[in-house]
């Protein structure tokens, strides 16, 4: 059973950075897309960005676009989500999560994800 441990939230000033970690165990991350998701309070989760199989493809949602960056390691089992200048808006629980398609591509869909992790808290400050 694959576990993800998602790190890296906190609270940050508007134009700050963070850099969120998904780490697996109990299974592989390699072969697989990975996803980034958000959650803020009374709103459904959405998908921020996604990586394919292999890093050489990714998808990002409009609102995060050319702000947020998404890249992986395989060696290290490990995902990570770096998010610059950030804003109020994009406070929220962020999720990692893997894809159930061996070698897939960049999914920006929910239900293409089976493994997610607990969520790590981003808050943006104004």
């Known amino acids: 059973q694959v576990q993800l441990v998602e790190s890296g939230g906190g609270l940050v000033p508007a134009g700050g950075s963070l850099r969120l970690s998904c780490a697996a165990s109990?299974?592989?991350?390699?072969?697989?897309?990975m996803g980034w998701f958000r959650q803020a309070p009374g709103v459904e989760r959405e998908f921020v960005a996604a990586?394919?199989?292999?890093?050489?493809?990714?998808s990002y949602a409009d609102t995060v676009k050319g702000r947020f960056t998404i890249s992986r390691d395989n060696a290290k089992n490990t995902v990570y989500l770096q998010m610059n200048s950030l804003k109020p808006e994009d406070t929220a629980v962020y999720y990692c999560a893997r894809s159930r398609q061996f070698f897939g591509a960049a999914g920006t869909n929910l239900s293409q994800y089976t493994y997610w992790g607990q969520g790590t808290q981003v808050t943006v400050s104004s």
């Open positions: 990586v394919n199989w292999g890093g050489g493809s990714t």
């Open positions: 109990g299974g592989t991350l390699r072969n697989y897309p």
